[in-house]
């Protein structure tokens, strides 16, 4: 099921990371976020591989593709971003504010799933399918509110539309 999302503001920038859902087994959420609408443009779930990076960017639409890009330094994406035009890509700094929607979403999803991901709990041979399920219903949510409130704001010359990609 795709994510629906806002058609890319002209000066939008795309922001990336990684979070650690659980140590054993290792279970990684990647997540890329609009900063301007702070919708989720895509996610992955597994290790913590350039893989995973590269599915997490098929996810992103493609009028979001051409946009900067801000991730934190973790090697996957400077390797990742090496083909894409100079400039596009900048590693910041954790507390830069760069990636401060990534990060904030990445708060919010750890704190709404905390009981998947607790080391007291079983871990079910189904807890990736699980996290996937309930991620793909929280992020599918929180984009129909950043669509209504981005189409509901009078500062904009032509309304974006919610599109299904």
Not at 64 to 73: E, I, L
Not at 87 to 102: F, I, L, P, Y
Not at 130 to 141: K, N, P
Request: net charge neutral; charged share 25%.
């Amino acid at each position: 099921m795709p994510l629906a999302t806002v058609a890319a503001p002209q000066d939008e920038v795309v922001e990336m990371d990684e979070i650690c859902l659980r140590q054993s087994p290792p279970l990684w959420l990647w997540i890329g976020v609009s900063r301007r609408v702070g919708q989720v443009l895509g996610f992955a779930l597994g290790d913590r591989t350039d893989e995973m990076l590269a599915l997490v960017w098929s996810d992103v639409p493609a009028d979001y593709r051409d946009k900067p890009v801000r991730t934190d330094h973790w090697g996957a994406y400077t390797r990742f971003f090496a083909s894409f035009p100079a400039g596009q890509h900048r590693g910041c700094d954790k507390g830069s504010g760069e990636t401060s929607r990534a990060e904030a979403w990445n708060t919010k999803w750890r704190q709404r799933q905390s009981a998947l991901v607790r080391r007291s709990c079983g871990v079910s041979e189904r807890i990736a399918d699980d996290i996937f399920e309930r991620y793909l219903i929280l992020a599918g949510q929180h984009n129909q509110e950043c669509a209504k409130r981005w189409n509901s704001q009078d500062s904009h010359q032509q309304q974006p539309t919610l599109t299904t990609r």
